[in-house]
T-cell receptor
Framework: DAGVIQSPRHEVTEMGQEVTLRCKPI?????LFWYRQTMMRGLELLIY????????DSGMPEDRFSAKMPNASFSTLKIQPSEPRDSAVYFC???????????FGPGTRLTVL | DQQVKQNSPSLSVQEGRISILNCDYT??????FLWYKKYPAEGPTFLIS?????DKNEDGRFTVFLNKSAKHLSLHIVPSQPGDSAVYFC????????????FGTGTRLQVTL
């Protein structure tokens, strides 16, 4: 299996622009997670889905952030409008119910100027 | 409110010696604990886990110890190798699966020659 795939790997944008991050989970996994990594807060869970349904979005920082999972093989995290404080590495991870680990993608490094 | 804390942002250890990474948690509902390892420009990868019914779990050079009364866990690496140099994240969850995890801020381990 190719593992969790994220695109783009790097994104540089200007404040106020819309940013869309993409994730393809491992085939057969029924949980999908979006995390943000910063120096101050480490890995923060933003939102997670089970069978394409959002279960907990309490970690989404503001209404500027939204996430969708239209099918089992694709998810997006959108920031609109983006702000410099959104600069971070965003990870997507997936898992299968009953397994004891999440599998992470390589991350998207977002820089908002 | 950091429910999982890694108070040492960095640690330097000589090759061949023992590395001890520490983690504290505050949520009594956590009963499943994991360590992830992260190399630069990659996503975190699962290293080892322990459930609250145990106080020790071993996998080769890696051992995790859990002290439930102190709400403390530690990861021991013996002997440390240069390839162990990475950021280590402690994570905790309320169930026996990886359905929702809370991560710490990470400890950067440097193994020197």
């Amino acid at each position: 299996d190719a593992g969790v795939i994220q695109s783009p790997r790097h994104e540089v944008t200007e404040m106020g622009q819309e940013v869309t991050l993409r994730c393809k989970p491992i085939s057969g996994h029924d949980y999908l997670f979006w995390y943000r990594q910063t120096m101050m807060r480490g890995l923060e869970l933003l939102i997670y889905f089970n069978n394409n349904v959002p279960i907990d979005d309490s970690g989404m920082p503001e209404d500027r952030f939204s996430a969708k999972m239209p099918n089992a093989s694709f998810s997006t995290l959108k920031i609109q409008p983006s702000e410099p404080r959104d600069s971070a590495v965003y990870f997507c991870a997936s898992s299968f119910a009953g397994l004891d680990t999440q599998y992470f993608g390589p991350g998207t490094r977002l820089t908002v100027l | 409110d950091q429910q999982v804390k890694q108070n040492s942002p960095s640690l330097s250890v000589q090759e061949g010696r023992i590395s001890i990474l520490n983690c504290d948690y505050t949520n009594s509902m956590f009963d499943y604990f994991l360590w992830y390892k992260k190399y630069p420009a990659e996503g975190p990868t699962f290293l080892i886990s322990i459930s609250s019914i145990k106080d020790k779990n071993e996998d080769g050079r890696f051992t995790v110890f859990l002290n439930k009364s102190a709400k403390h866990l530690s990861l021991h690496i013996v002997p440390s190798q240069p390839g162990d140099s990475a950021v280590y994240f402690c994570a905790a969850g309320p169930t026996g699966t990886a359905s929702k995890l809370t991560f710490g801020t990470g400890t950067r381990l440097q193994v020197t020659l």
